[in-house]
């Protein structure tokens, strides 16, 4: 299987997704630091909370509404819109002009424009891709997004603090590419049916809707072990980097001696360069083998080598972890995607999506709580807590593994008897 025999859509949207990450990786992990400057501290987490919270009701709103109108349509409007967003964050943070409040605004008009675009352009994904072509389009995906991450994050640690002007002038020239891109080469792709309008029949449609979806045995307990997963990888921005900054003494590696907050930089960097080094030759691998087998190989790997990591202060011992876990990772993304993409039904994908971006949310708040928790426990027992998350993940996973290998079945029958 190549890139150049997916659909139209599939090619642009990676190479869309790839510039607006790296776009976006240029200057949102930053901005904290910007608002901090010009507000207190505790206006800054105030108003991140708020953008993060706007971000998260969009979502539900793109969901529901790329399911009725259109993809494109939402995600037209989402890029012109942060294309609109970025060229006032460079114009009011130029020599000529600064407005921090009006900044603030740009960054939640680009939360918005994330949450209504995001649901859609992964029904897109599914919408036009063959079950056979999934792994393997979910993998290049992920390592594009990845990959994009580290060049912007790379790019704005440069640039950020001494030419942010210049720095929102560029992703502002990307940000209209992208949506050029979008206007210009994306094409419809939801089929719309009678079926389809119901839900705008009535005021309270997108409760229904999303009452639907959470009736939705299978995909909740998908969900939630999902989020189970994610939380591990999280961890490590959170309370692994506290323990190593805290408990961790001064090693050598090699010719440089490194203490726990350099060991979190190396471990975060480490991650990314396997990811982008492995991750297509990984899913190539794992389709000689059935995705259930591979998936539960995966799971373990990640769980494990995260677990470690949050224990050790070895630094060996952690980069060897690092390599496990982040085998896992490259095993397991593409067929938790592939599972993912089998279970909404044709006429709710978005609806589905968005609640599936919901898993970041989760996960945050779980990993926030153990940071609290870690106040009370020793390292072993957090190390024991977050191995059982880990673990409840898996058995939750494995419990639905018969129905999800059901629906994959139904999904690859019911794509047979249309083409």
């Known amino acids: 299987m190549r890139f150049r025999d997916f659909h139209i859509n599939i090619k642009i949207r990676i190479i869309e997704s790839f510039l607006s990450h790296a776009v976006g990786g240029m200057v949102f992990p930053f901005m904290a630091i910007y608002l901090a400057a010009h507000f207190s501290a505790k206006l800054t987490g105030a108003l991140l909370i708020v953008n993060v919270i706007i971000g998260a009701l969009t979502n539900f709103i793109g969901g529901y509404y790329a399911d009725l109108i259109g993809r494109k349509k939402l995600m037209v409007t989402a890029e012109v819109a942060r294309f609109f967003a970025f060229t006032v964050m460079a114009m009011v943070n130029s020599p000529w002009l600064q407005m921090p409040i009006l900044t603030f605004f740009m960054m939640t008009v680009n939360s918005i424009c994330w949450g209504l675009a995001g649901p859609a352009g992964q029904a897109m994904l599914i919408d036009v891709s063959t079950p056979e072509q999934r792994k393997f389009m979910f993998s290049i995906s992920y390592w594009a ?36 891109m979008v206007i210009f080469f994306i094409k419809e792709s939801l089929v719309k049916t009678d079926e389809v309008q119901k839900p ?8 229904s809707v999303y009452k639907r979806v959470l009736k939705d045995r299978v995909f909740v307990l998908y969900f939630i072990a999902g989020t189970l997963i994610f ?14 900054s805290n408990d961790m003494p001064k090693q050598k590696l090699f010719a440089w001696v490194v203490d726990g907050i350099n060991t979190l930089g190396i471990l975060r960097t480490l991650n990314t360069v396997l990811v982008v080094l492995t991750s297509l030759f990984a ?31 070895n630094i060996w011992l952690l980069l060897i972890s690092m390599v496990v876990a982040t085998i896992g990772e490259v095993v397991r993304v ?11 039904p044709e006429d709710a994908r978005s609806s589905y999506m968005a609640v599936s971006g919901l898993n970041f949310n989760g996960a945050s708040l779980i990993t926030s709580l153990f940071v609290t928790i870690s106040a009370f426990l020793s390292p072993l027992w957090m190390s024991i807590a977050i191995l059982g998350v880990g673990a409840m993940g898996i058995f939750i996973y494995v419990s639905i593994l018969p129905q999800l290998e059901s ?13």
């Open 145 to 180: 997004t990845n990959f994009s991450i580290a060049i912007g994050s790379i790019l704005g640690g440069f640039f950020f603090k001494s030419y942010f002007f210049e720095l929102l002038c560029a992703t502002s020239v990307a940000a209209l590419i992208v949506a050029l």
């Open 200 to 207: 705008m029949a009535h005021p309270f449609g997108m409760i």
């Open 231 to 244: 939380t591990m990888e999280m961890h490590l921005t959170n309370y692994i980097g506290i323990h190593l």
């Open 283 to 313: 899913v190539r691998m794992i389709t000689r083998f059935k995705d259930r087998n591979a998936l539960l190989f995966g799971l373990i790997l990640f769980v494990v080598g995260y677990s470690v990591i949050s224990y050790t202060t």
């Open 334 to 344: 593409p067929i938790e995607e592939n599972y993912m993409a089998a279970i909404p």
């Open 407 to 419: 629906r994959k079945a139904e999904a690859e029958k019911a794509f047979k008897s249309v083409s």
